[in-house]
Nanobody
């Protein structure tokens, strides 16, 4: 079992920055990949970024590449998403997730709202 709790969302203006955090607990031993996803109103959930256990391998969706950066601090049991140059189209509920079995993301947080005004 892994518990995930996101924080750091809010209302910002276009061009601003935010850093999301995801505290993970429960199964903190063993290596597993983690990621960020988002879901805008009326749209399907989409992939944002992912990172391996050691943090030396990441990938980001094309829509956020160069603006968002995923990172993790396993000593603090925390996953991060640094979001710069935010755009109104980044408005969504952001979720962190853990892929503990190497097959699919099987644990999800409750989400944190990010709203970017123009």
């Amino acid at each position: 079992q892994v518990q995930l709790v996101e924080s750091g969302g809010g209302l910002v203006q276009a061009g601003d920055s935010l850093r999301l955090s995801c505290a993970f607990s429960g199964r903190t031993s063993g290596s597993y990949r983690m990621g960020w996803f988002r879901q805008a109103p009326g749209k399907e959930r989409e992939f944002v970024a992912a990172i391996n256990w050691s943090g030396d391998s990441t990938n980001h969706a094309d829509s956020v590449k160069g603006r968002f950066t995923i990172s993790r601090d396993n000593a603090k049991n925390t996953l991060y998403l640094q979001m710069n140059s935010l755009k109104p189209e980044d408005t969504a509920v952001y979720y962190c997730a853990a892929n503990t079995q190497g097959i699919k993301y099987d644990y999800w947080g409750q989400g944190t709202q990010v709203t970017v005004s123009s």
